[in-house]
């Protein structure tokens, strides 16, 4: 990644203000309680079709069970993967569309099925308030954009002034 040479430097940037912020409290707002029904829809469907099919895609099923669990914590983890994880397997089943000719129409209905289901999670955390509820929210200049700076995303940066922060709770 380039560094902006003109940007100031780092510890400029954080100078004087507490690393640890405690973050606002916020009820879940409707854009996040809808990905959470979706997803919780999707981990029950899978369990549906698997005992229908006896054929379980507990990868699948455990992955959406512990966004489900992070999006009631407000965990910036899973609005992270929320929204990388339901793109992957959109574009992983776009693939059977390349076998079209070769596939039966009700396979064909399950797989746009599958995807209808899970379309609007990524567009609806990505929505302002869902990214508020995340505490993504600069406290500095109170931009909603921010990137991972530890590896479970507790401690984030501001993508647009670069200040650094670990959200807590009070
Ligand atoms: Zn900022």
Same mark, same amino acid.
Not at 70 to 86: E, K
């Given at each position: ?65 512990? #966004? ?8 910036? +983890? ?9 793109? #992957?397997?959109?574009? #992983? ?23 209808? +289901? ?6 609806? +955390?990505? +929505? ?43």
């Amino acid at each position: 990644m380039a560094e902006n040479p003109y940007a100031p430097p780092k510890a400029e940037i954080n100078k004087g203000a507490p690393a640890e912020i405690a973050r606002p409290a916020m009820k879940m707002p409707g854009t996040v309680i809808a990905a959470f029904v979706l997803v919780s829809f999707n981990a029950a469907w899978g369990l549906f079709a698997g005992f229908a099919m006896g054929d379980f895609p507990m990868f699948r099923i455990a992955i959406y069970t512990l #966004l489900a669990v992070g999006f009631l914590r407000g965990q910036a +983890l899973a609005w992270q993967w929320g929204i990388g994880f339901p793109i #992957l397997i959109i574009v #992983l089943m776009s693939f059977v569309w390349t076998q079209f000719s070769r596939l039966e129409m009700a396979h064909l209905a399950g797989v746009t099925f599958g995807i209808a +289901l899970l379309m609007p999670i990524p567009i609806l +955390l990505w +929505l302002r308030r869902s990214r508020m509820f995340f505490g993504l929210q600069c406290p500095k200049c109170s931009e909603t954009s921010a990137r991972p700076r530890s590896f479970l995303f507790t401690r984030r940066q501001c993508n647009a002034c670069k200040f650094e922060w670990t959200p807590v709770r009070r």
